[in-house]
């Protein structure tokens, strides 16, 4: 098929959660990779040893900035590819990798991480640790709509990604207090419970019908803020919820 | 299907009320959530339901997964305090092991649930899971503390023998196990409303696949609203099997005038609360979250 997309997986410092993520999709990735994309490069599962040119990197891990190789390779990912998607949290906001401080075999002076975007530009958040399966799926169907697709799809696609990029530009540092901050703190908090219910580390409980996180637990992923309906909401894309779901569906038929 | 602005897409609107005597013993009003949630356990359409149960203090809700009628039971009427119940909904895939999850929630609940499917950020195999969202009609909500203020300081009544909490024709009525009725003018209870309600752009639930509420519809009914494919299945269903007595909501008093009175209110009210928040300070303004 010569309308694929071509996409790869970018493996910077991250557990490869991420990565079990995509293939968590099961037969579905298979008919991602059937009908939509070229894996051009994986660490994992391509024999490809350098990085090439891609439409779509999906980016795992933060950046080890004391390794030559490490920023070599998130240079030359932004160079090459036309989209870049922060996969992950490590990736997005340092995540759990923000609390290195080195001394790990065999390298024990790699001690310093940081975000993807904190080194290069990013064009699209995919947070989570680990990123669902589903959101994935989506984006990876997006994506290929905004590149491939109809003019009705490429506004779907837009429409439905364009959080996911104003979060790009949102900035690289995530946690409990951006709850606190954007939502509780500025008087949005409904009580829902969207955030514990994100939360990985089941550090969030309820006070008053407020979100009360234990922060020492906090990770730092970012999942609360951005399940939060209060954080972000789009009504254009939400109120499209059944369609858009109907449409990523009927994409992912095989 | 009609497209409202303020109501929201939906493929039928009926007055309502459950054929189940017990049902309506203890609910709110027409037992539409507890009978839709009952038919769907017994009919396997749902695995169980994540309802407002029992709290440790009187009259506090804390999130429950009912997986039976009897546990449903216990979640009947409306408590008029926060319920965080999206906060199960990952956890009742997981230690529920729950394959289709029912929901009930107030209008901003359904949008947590639908944001959550199409960005489920840390929602993982929790998407297509959802089986019937069930949202209820909500002005505003109130945190527990401001329902003991309320009930025990206002309405000088202790929470443990109340035996229902209402709101309608204005009022926000306390009704009491030895038969006391305290009324108090909502012009008192609106200081103690939840801040984030005043941004709210949604009053019917406009994003559940079945939504009801008391407003539109004589005591002892609920005004229904059917909304997506899956709601507009499960309801024909369950009408195919009795569960409901419906009349058409032309022709019943106040009818959908009402309901588009008070939606059109709220809604223009809080548009205009987030433009007023873009001001808040000197140069400075609060955030909006509608992107």
Redesign the interface.
Known sequence: MSDKITAGHVHMSGCTGCEVAIADNYAGLLTLLDKYVDWVYDLTLADVRHIPEMDVALVEGSVCINDKISVEEIRQTREKSKIVVALGSCACYGNITRFCRGGQQNQPQHEAFLPIGDIIDVDVYLPGCGPSPQLIKNVCVAAYLLLKGSDDQKALAEAYLKPLMMLSKRGTEACFCDLMYDVIDQGLCIGCGACAAACPVRAITHEYGKPQGQRDLCIKCGACYNQCPRSWFSFDVVNQYESIMETIDAAMAP | MVQDNFL??YSSCVAARSTNRAILAGSQDGGIVTQLFAFALEEGIIDGAIVAGPGDEPWRPR?MVATSVAELYAARGTKY??S????????ATRSYGLDRVGIV??P??M??V???????????????KIALAIGIFCME?F???SIVQLVEDHANTKLENVTKLDIGKGKFWVYTERGAVVQLPLKITHKYE????????DYVA??ADISTGSVGTPDGWSTVFVR??KGTDIWSKAMAAGCFETKPIEEVKPGIELVTKLATEKITKNRKTIEERSSFGVGKG??N???
């Open positions: 929201g897409n999130p305090n926060i965080p119940n999206v906060s199960f909904i990952k956890e929630g107030t901003c609940q949008q947590a639908r944001k959550g499917q199409l960005y489920p950020v840390g929602l993982r195999d929790v998407p297509d909500n945190p527990y503390q939840q801040p984030g309600c005043h941004v709210c752009l406009n994003l997506s494919k609060l955030r979250p509608y992107i």
